[in-house]
């Protein structure tokens, strides 16, 4: 495990930019599972990473429909999913074949019943310290 301070959005981007050129580097995990409270900062981050990743569409929070696709360099696919608004797993069904050879990038995963004994991820808990300040707190399996 590993602990992050983050004094301001340039911190994040820089937090994003470090997170993709690991993704790149080594062989990337099938997903990122972010938690934090609302206002925390996970659709932040993920708009710098997915920019950092070679997205080049305007990324918006899938609050609303739940999941966006989007396609990185070298063809990269990536689900940027909210499971804020999900209550169970059956919602999740209809989105579980798009996860496959794809980056996926959950917002809220603990919402879901995801066996992570057999994917490989890493965990991205962001904490607000203050208005501006984030702790970070990386897991990875």
């Known amino acids: 495990m590993e602990t992050i301070i983050l004094n301001d959005l340039s911190a994040t981007k820089a937090f ?42 305007r990324v918006t929070s899938p609050t609303f429909v739940i999941m966006n696709q989007y396609h990185g360099s070298n063809n990269l696919k990536i689900n940027h999913v909210d499971a804020y608004r999900l ?36 965990k991205i808990s962001i904490q607000m310290i203050n208005e501006n300040s984030r702790k970070v707190i990386l897991e990875r399996n």
Do not use: C, H
């Not at 990122?32 to 569409?57: I, N, P, R």
């Not at 579980?96 to 050879?101: K, P």
């Open 87 to 122: 209550s169970n797993d059956a919602e999740l069904e209809m989105y579980l074949e798009e996860f496959e050879d794809a980056l996926n990038i959950i917002e809220w995963y603990e919402n879901l019943n995801l066996d992570l004994k057999n994917i490989k991820y890493i």
């Open 16 to 57: 994003a930019t470090k997170m993709a050129q690991d993704l790149k580097r080594f062989n990337q995990p099938n997903y990122l599972l972010l938690s934090g409270d609302l206002g925390a900062g996970k659709t932040t981050f993920s708009k710098y990473l997915l920019a950092e990743l070679g997205v080049t569409q």
